[in-house]
Nanobody, 122 residues
């Protein structure tokens, strides 16, 4: 199973930036063979897709709501995935998770972590 630990969230003003990271936990298998995705869940809403990156970084995909503002990247040697978030908006407030993915859906071998809270003030 792919088990990730997310970090890098925080409180930021609208227009600001944050860089999220997620690293495979000690109990996880390596991520090198998996596409990886970022998802988020705002209070009272369902978890939604944010961004995905193929195993070799050759293909990237973004939700329309974050396209042009967020950038996903990975370092397989470090079993780490990143999400650079620029020009943040209050609507980006959510708990952010990363996991193995297939297209815009979580992979069955991915285990949800605790996520990292991002709060954007207006």
């Amino acid at each position: 199973q792919v088990r990730m630990v997310e970090s890098g969230g925080g409180l930021v003003q609208a227009g600001g930036s944050l860089r999220l990271s997620c690293v495979a936990s000690g109990r996880s298998i390596g991520i090198g063979n998996y596409a990886m995705g970022w998802f988020r869940q705002a209070p009272g809403k369902e978890r939604e897709f944010v961004a995905a990156i193929s195993w070799n970084s050759g293909a990237l995909d973004y939700a329309d709501s974050v396209k042009g503002r967020f950038t996903v990247s990975r370092d397989n040697a470090k079993n780490t995935v990143y999400l650079q978030m620029n020009n943040l908006k209050p609507d980006d407030t959510a708990v952010y998770y990363c996991t193995a993915s297939i297209g815009r859906r979580p992979h069955l071998e991915g285990v949800w972590g605790q996520g990292t809270q991002v709060t954007v003030s207006s």
